[in-house]
């Protein structure tokens, strides 16, 4: 696609459920980092993949959090057993390099809200 | 400590009038620097991106300089429009770390 696409835009959750939020990249891109950012906050990076390695995951925030991109094009952060901190925006963003010093182009995010 | 700092944390100017945001950083090693735009609820748009070696560098009505002595840039916007409303965020990775260290942002509001 023309941009970095992220479905859905909107998620409210109760807590204690389980959500998924779908990051499809730009055609091609070989990086794909998911960032978190709390209202009024910059991002916090949360896991970084090269095709389908996941390289970095030491921002996920606790064992609740995983990420997956089995193929190396779309991306899956699932978050387990919800609680109210993890309301937040949750954006994707994808790269063209492999240095991970490239521009980054960002998706519109998933707002997830758990109450 | 890796710090990226902005200045000021909110601004509002008429449209049509310039506007300069400053940034302050304190990574190291450094090996470029990013201006980004966010419209709230959207994610962040990618402006210019510094390397050492570039003290100015333009986008349109947006012009960043770099000064890597005294750590410092700015965000030049000219002849401002309503659109322009919006957050300016100074990142600045961690030497050749993907991880991102951001700035708090600038809140801009264009009136018009």
């Known amino acids: 696609g023309a941009g970095v696409s992220q479905s859905p835009r909107y998620k409210v959750a109760k807590r204690g459920q389980d959500v998924a939020l779908r990051c499809d990249p730009i055609?091609?891109?070989?990086?794909l980092f998911w960032y978190q950012q709390a209202l009024g906050q910059g991002p916090e990076f949360l896991t970084y993949?090269?095709?389908?390695?996941?390289?970095?995951k030491s921002g996920l925030p606790s064992d609740r959090f995983f990420a997956e991109r089995p193929e190396g094009s779309v991306s899956t952060l699932k978050i387990q057993r919800t609680q109210q901190e993890d309301s937040a925006v949750y954006l994707c963003?994808?790269?063209?390099?492999?240095?991970?010093?490239?521009?980054?182009?960002f998706g519109e995010g998933s707002r997830l809200t758990v109450l | 400590k890796n710090q990226v700092e902005q200045s000021p944390q909110s601004l509002i100017i008429l449209e049509g009038k310039n506007c300069t945001l400053q940034c302050n950083y304190t990574v190291s090693p450094f090996s470029n620097l990013r201006w980004y735009k966010q419209d709230t609820g959207r994610g962040p748009v990618s402006l210019t991106i510094m390397t050492f070696s570039e003290n100015t560098k333009s986008n349109g009505r947006y012009t960043a300089t770099l000064d890597a002595d005294t750590k410092q840039s700015s965000l030049h916007i000219t002849a401002s429009q309503l659109s322009d409303s919006a957050s300016y965020i100074c990142?600045?990775?961690?030497?050749?770390?993907?991880?991102?260290?951001w700035g708090a942002g600038t809140k801009l509001i264009i009136k018009p």
């Open positions: 990142v600045v990775p961690r030497g050749s770390n993907y991880q991102l260290i």
């Open positions: 993949f090269q095709n389908e390695a996941q390289l970095d």
């Open positions: 963003a994808s790269s063209g390099t492999d240095r991970n010093t490239g521009e980054l182009f």
């Open positions: 055609s091609g891109h070989v990086s």
